[in-house]
């Protein structure tokens, strides 16, 4: 789990315009006044002696509101109305053991439906008395929940301060009616007035204790940046008018309280108090603990955090002393560190040494285009913005020009007139020679791996050989030549280089001539480069993919003679893979199928299998023609796709440069989905996102079930994908910062009404959306506070993409450019049970994931007799693998939720919060770990209270489940790797022991993918046993040194005393700055 920013684009969604409105409005009001932000403990004590109403959720399911206060002494809680008498309907502060939030409590936990419909953010549980009982509350909205949690935890942190016993000091000016008493300041708003005292005398000349507004104004801009200027000015304006001023001078208390209140975000405060044990300010051992178990760093070290410490505290009196307040805090959780994307995706972090078809790779469409694709004249500078933002397969399209020199443009042939606009008189053509001279100049300024130019030329012979003489000439040793080519290039044995082999190297995709012409040049056939080519697709109405709102239905005519081009020998020698249509992906699934089909059988009467071509090849196809194969055959085309690359260009349709939905062809498969770099929108996103997670090198690895042999899958599964068990991702919407106001909204104010739009894009399975509700509080900082959840089976294939929109929308198709200062705080966690989030609109259920529910380790049956008999061994083990890894799971969250955290809490948490349970007034502990066969156990020392002794009895059974786990897990997991291997010498006999069956056609067929998706199972299953037994090795090491350091060790327990406990402790090694395990995972 991780706290995140995201920085984004702020648009208007042209899709809301065209749907009419689209998504429904809701209007969020938030129960805090929005002209006063919570900035100190003081405000929330403030705030709770003036009361709420909250409502009091009982065990029978029963709710009541009631109206909560804090006397002005702070002692105790009171609340009514109430049928008990005055004195009975409290709490005093002083029996509070500690305060939860989310909903933690059996009370919340065993309530079923009424818990689902109450919001988690906005619940909380007061634990008290000796017994740990439990008074469960939930606030109108998060925030109000906020300052409730942070203000007990205060008193609970500050005793001294319940029943008047504070002392008064910065921070305080919490004062009651009638003379109440004043909160004392906490040390980190102490180094924080000392910091802004230390600011404003730098910008006192005078020393005279005030400044000019316009002075104020800029430091203040200075010290926060993204702060408005005109919201400081507002802000200094109401405190003259309050004071009744005459002057504009401003003073070091006008100062402070204007900065306190502009540039104190609440959201990123109550976090801070949570982690700080309310001293609003954290040391290393703090800070480190945020690292491990929120932003998943678990290699953070105390010195790593001295560093981050040195980097983001502004004070130097706080650097000095070794704390991190509130402002530097805020400046850690902005910077690229904190950033949704893990730092290591920045950089190359994949494989690059596998075949160039196992990767995506970042492609653009006739990107030299302006304007529209017809009439639209060429420009370099398309060129070059899409050579920077990664692409790495180009477009260019050449045509014959004046003076023997070929031109970069579109030539459409004579069955389309050429049209010239005036307004293109004054722009000179521009020669493929110097296009040719700009693309080397960027080709490798931003990815170091090969770039494919993809050539498109309608060109006399002797253009062409021009065109060979400029690209030897102007790519020199860059330019990749094929030389001795195999006969047998194209057949199974032999696969494309590697992006690392190729690396530097510019690769020429276009026409070549048949490897035994001879002559300087020879005849090759053009496919049609649009949707009008016919083929399978002749006769066929069809709409656009993702157009069909629009209405636009096309009929494809009937296959016309293919257009005829004289290649010249000069050009094809330097083509590395060779363009084809959609006649080879037929090809290769017919030649499929008869090698599937036994010899001679009756269904393949001496039909002739298209030979393969002696050459790499890439095969083009048209966007209605991919969406209908990836529609009707996504099993055969991502087969085809394995071997060999296939790319996908936009429909002609789209005359105005829009573009297609990669993610309904990456699904199926294919490597190169031709955009329209030009045109920014929702795909362009989608786009950038995909290609972001391998350091934008423009090559990311496909998923392991499109590269392996063997495997199943179907890029329409509604389903589980075998083998592995479906993810939960949990995404909290905390706020917004430094909204601008966009083009396009209402007239009405300086401010806009802005809700989030979550959208989940993968397999169908996976397909969402969800939104925020809007938050109408006039204010460019807005607080969202709501959380998501959805179930991802195939993570791989999942992007998920935040829009951020106005309510206030009156409709342009306004993008806005790149806002420094605008970003997105959210929370992430993903896990493998579910529960705590609104489920998506499938109507996820929240329950927990029990032993039903297996689909995606259940066995098919094949229909032949000798490979199922192989496959039913592998029943048992598969079953004990996942008794074993959902045993430890549901042992872990079961302990988690006896010490009141979330199932996505780290052990390390629940070990401290179990010692505070453990250690008596007097500071003896209470229970002591002690080795138990190198398994950290621990064993009380004294009598303790019955819920203390449930949650050691929840870690007694954590641990032995995940005993059972680590000593089973290599004996199980080679009894299904084996049944694995012996499936596997079944492949290449599958036909034939399937005619000895009598499957034959469509029978077969099904036998085939019933054994693909049995190995597919086996496999996953083994890694995800492996990766277990591995977390469960690491819970251990944890579990010890939180141990260790909590004072929970006996003196003659030493973690490192033992030959045994070594072995159990030493966890896998960690890879990565992040944590991959299930509650650190990215997607």
């Known amino acids: 789990m991780t706290y995140c920013f995201v920085l984004f684009f702020f648009a208007q969604d042209p899709m809301v315009q065209k749907m009419g409105g689209g998504r429904k409005k809701t209007v969020s009001f938030s129960s805090m006044p929005s002209e006063k932000k919570v900035s100190s403990a003081s405000d929330c004590l403030a705030f709770m002696q003036g009361g709420c109403e909250l409502k009091k959720i009982r065990p029978n399911s029963r709710v009541y509101c009631r109206f909560y206060t804090l006397d002005p002494d702070l002692s105790c809680l009171r609340w009514e109305p109430s049928k008990k008498d005055g004195e009975r309907a409290r709490l005093d502060v002083s029996s509070i053991r500690e305060v939860r939030t989310g909903k933690s409590t059996e009370t919340f936990l065993h309530n079923g439906p009424l818990s689902e419909h109450l919001a988690e953010e906005a619940a909380f549980s007061v634990i008290h008395g000796d017994e740990y009982q439990s008074l469960?509350?939930?606030?109108?909205?998060?925030?109000?929940?906020?300052?409730?949690?942070?203000?007990l935890r205060y008193l609970l942190a500050h005793p001294s301060a319940i029943g008047g016993g504070g002392s008064s000091g910065f921070g305080g000016g919490v004062l009651c009616e009638g003379g109440g008493v004043a909160v004392e300041g906490s040390l980190g708003s102490k180094i924080r007035c000392e910091w802004l005292t230390t600011e404003f005398a730098l910008v006192d000349e005078d020393g005279h204790g005030i400044v000019t507004e316009d002075v104020a104004v800029s430091t203040i801009c200075k010290l926060c940046p993204g702060t408005r200027e005109a919201k400081v000015?507002?802000?200094?304006?109401?405190?003259?008018?309050?004071?009744?001023?005459?002057t504009s001078h401003v003073t070091l208390e006008e100062f402070q309280e204007a900065y306190c209140e502009l540039c104190t975000r609440p959201d990123v405060y109550f976090l801070l108090v949570q982690l700080s044990k309310d001293r609003e300010c954290l040391d290393p051992q703090d800070l480190r603990l945020f690292l491990e178990t929120e932003q998943g760093l678990s290699l953070a070290t105390t010195e790593g955090c001295w560093?981050?410490?040195?980097?983001?505290?502004?004070?130097?009196?706080?650097?000095?002393?070794?704390?991190?307040?509130?402002?530097?805090?805020?400046?850690?959780?902005?910077?690229?560190?904190?950033?949704?994307?893990?730092?290591?995706?920045?950089?190359?972090?994949?494989?690059m040494n596998l075949p160039l078809s196992h990767y995506y790779i970042s492609t653009s469409y006739r990107s030299y285009l302006l304007d529209d694709q017809v009439h639209g004249r060429a420009d370099l500078g398309g060129l070059i913005k899409s050579l920077q933002s990664g692409c790495r397969c180009l477009e260019l399209g050449v045509t014959d020009g004046p003076e023997g020199e070929p031109l970069l443009g579109v030539d459409y042939g004579s069955d389309v007139p050429k049209h010239h606009h005036h307004h293109h008189h004054h722009c000179a053509p521009v020669t493929i020679r110097s296009a040719l001279e700009v693309v080397n100049k960027y080709a490798f300024l931003t990815s170091p791996y090969p770039l494919l130019i993809y050539l498109c030329h309608r060109c006399s012979?002797?253009?062409?050989?021009?065109?060979?003489?400029?690209?030897?000439?102007?790519?020199?040793?860059?330019?990749?030549?094929p030389e001795d080519v195999p006969v047998n290039l194209g057949g199974r044995g032999t696969a494309l280089p590697s992006p690392e082999q190729l690396k530097g190297r510019v690769v020429i995709v276009g026409k070549k001539l048949p490897a035994d012409h001879q002559g300087s040049d020879g005849e090759v056939s053009e496919e049609d480069e649009e949707i009008g080519g016919g083929g399978p697709l002749a006769g066929r109405r069809m709409t656009i993919p993702g157009e069909e709102d629009l209405g636009v239905v096309l009929v494809v005519p009937p296959p016309s003679q293919p257009r005829k081009l004289r290649l010249h020998r000069d050009l094809s020698d330097l083509v590395a893979i060779a363009r084809t249509g959609s006649r080879s992906f037929y090809a290769h699934r017919t030649r499929d199928k008869q090698?599937?089909?036994?010899?001679?059988?009756?269904?393949?009467?001496?039909?002739?299998?298209?030979?393969?071509?002696?050459?790499?090849?890439?095969?083009?196809?048209?966007?209605?023609?991919?969406?209908?194969?990836?529609?009707?055959?996504?099993?055969?085309?991502?087969?085809?796709?394995?071997?060999?690359?296939?790319?996908?260009?936009?429909?002609?349709?789209?005359?105005?440069?829009?573009?297609?939905?990669?993610?309904?062809?990456?699904?199926?498969?294919?490597?190169?989905v031709a955009l329209n770099q030009q045109t920014p929108g929702a795909m362009l996103d989608l786009h950038r996102g995909r290609f972001l997670q391998n350091g934008g090198s423009g090559y990311v690895l496909r998923p392991a079930v499109m590269r392996d042999e063997v495997s199943y899958f179907s890029a329409h599964t509604q389903g589980c994908v075998p083998g592995v068990p479906p993810q939960t991702l949990r995404i909290k919407v905390i706020s917004a910062h430094n909204l601008p106001k966009p083009q396009g909204s209402g007239a009405k104010g300086e401010f806009i009404d802005p809700y989030v739009v979550l959208e989940l894009h993968g397999v169908p399975a996976d397909c969402a959306e969800q939104r925020t509700r809007t938050a109408a509080q006039n204010q460019d900082d807005p607080l969202f506070d709501e959380t998501f959840e959805f179930?991802?089976?195939?993570?791989?294939?999942?992007?998920?993409?935040?829009?951020?929109?106005?309510?206030?929308?009156?409709?342009?198709?306004?993008?806005?450019?790149?806002?420094?200062?605008?970003?997105?705080?959210?929370?992430?966690?993903?896990?493998?049970?579910?529960?705590?989030?609104?489920?998506?609109?499938?109507?996820?259920?929240?329950?927990?994931?029990?032993?039903?529910?297996?689909?995606?380790?259940t066995l098919r049956n094949t229909g032949i007799k000798v490979v199922d008999e192989t496959f039913k061994v592998a029943g048992g083990p598969l079953k004990e693998a996942a008794d074993l890894r959902e045993d430890a799971q549901s042992t872990t969250a079961s302990f988690k939720e006896q010490c009141g955290l979330p199932t996505v809490a780290k052990l390390k948490q629940c070990i401290q919060s179990l010692a505070t349970r453990l250690q008596s007034p007097e500071g003896s502990i209470g229970a002591a770990m002690v080795l138990k066969d190198g398994y950290p156990c621990l064993e009380p020392l004294v009598n303790l209270s019955e819920?203390?002794?449930?949650?050691?009895?929840?870690?007694?059974?954590?641990?032995?489940?995940?005993?059972?786990?680590?000593?089973?897990?290599?004996?199980?997991?080679?009894?299904?790797?084996?049944?694995?291997?012996?499936?596997?010498?079944?492949?290449e006999e599958l036909s034939r022991l399937g005619e000895k069956e009598g499957l034959k056609g469509r029978k077969l067929g099904k036998s085939v993918e019933s054994f693909t998706w049995n190995i597919t199972v086996l496999k996953g299953q083994s890694d995800l046993l492996r990766g277990a037994k591995m977390e469960s090795l690491d819970a251990l090491r944890q579990l010890a040194l939180a141990c260790e350091a909590c004072g929970l060790t006996s003196s003659s327990s030493n973690i490192n005393s033992s030959s045994s406990a070594e072995i159990h402790y030493s966890s896998h090694p960690q890879s990565g700055r992040r944590s991959s395990t299930h509650s650190n995972g990215r997607i």
Not at 233 to 245: D, G, N, V, W
Not at 615 to 643: H, N, Q
Not at 650 to 665: E, I, M, W
Not at 833 to 842: D, L, M, P, S, W
Request: aromatic share 8%.
């Open 947 to 987: 819920p203390t002794r449930k949650v050691l009895a929840a870690y007694d059974t954590m641990i032995a489940s995940q005993k059972q786990l680590i000593e089973n897990a290599d004996y199980v997991q080679e009894r299904i790797d084996q049944v694995q291997r012996e499936g596997m010498d079944f492949h």
């Open 791 to 857: 179930q991802v089976n195939m993570p791989e294939l999942a992007l998920l993409r935040f829009v951020v929109l106005d309510d206030d929308y009156i409709g342009d198709d306004f993008i806005g450019d790149p806002l420094p200062h605008a970003s997105l705080f959210v929370h992430v966690v993903i896990t493998n049970r579910r529960g705590g989030g609104k489920a998506h609109r499938r109507g996820l259920s929240v329950r927990r994931v029990g032993r039903r529910g297996r689909g995606y380790v």
């Open 307 to 351: 560093e981050l410490l040195r980097r983001y505290e502004p004070s130097e009196q706080g650097k000095e002393r070794g704390l991190l307040g509130l402002d530097g805090f805020a400046r850690y959780l902005q910077s690229p560190e904190c950033q949704l994307l893990d730092p290591d995706h920045h950089g190359v972090c994949q494989d």
């Open 461 to 481: 012979p002797a253009q062409q050989q021009t065109m060979a003489n400029h690209l030897k000439k102007v790519f020199g040793s860059r330019l990749y030549i």
């Open 233 to 246: 000015r507002l802000r200094f304006k109401e405190i003259q008018r309050s004071k009744e001023k005459l």
């Open 595 to 672: 090698q599937q089909s036994p010899p001679g059988s009756p269904s393949t009467p001496g039909t002739p299998v298209p030979p393969e071509p002696p050459y790499f090849t890439l095969c083009s196809l048209g966007e209605g023609e991919a969406g209908r194969l990836t529609s009707e055959s996504p099993e055969d085309l991502v087969m085809f796709t394995k071997r060999t690359l296939t790319r996908v260009r936009p429909s002609s349709v789209r005359l105005d440069s829009s573009n297609p939905n990669p993610q309904g062809y990456w699904k199926g498969g294919v490597q190169l």
């Open 136 to 151: 469960d509350l939930v606030a109108l909205s998060a925030d109000v929940a906020n300052i409730w949690v942070t203000g």
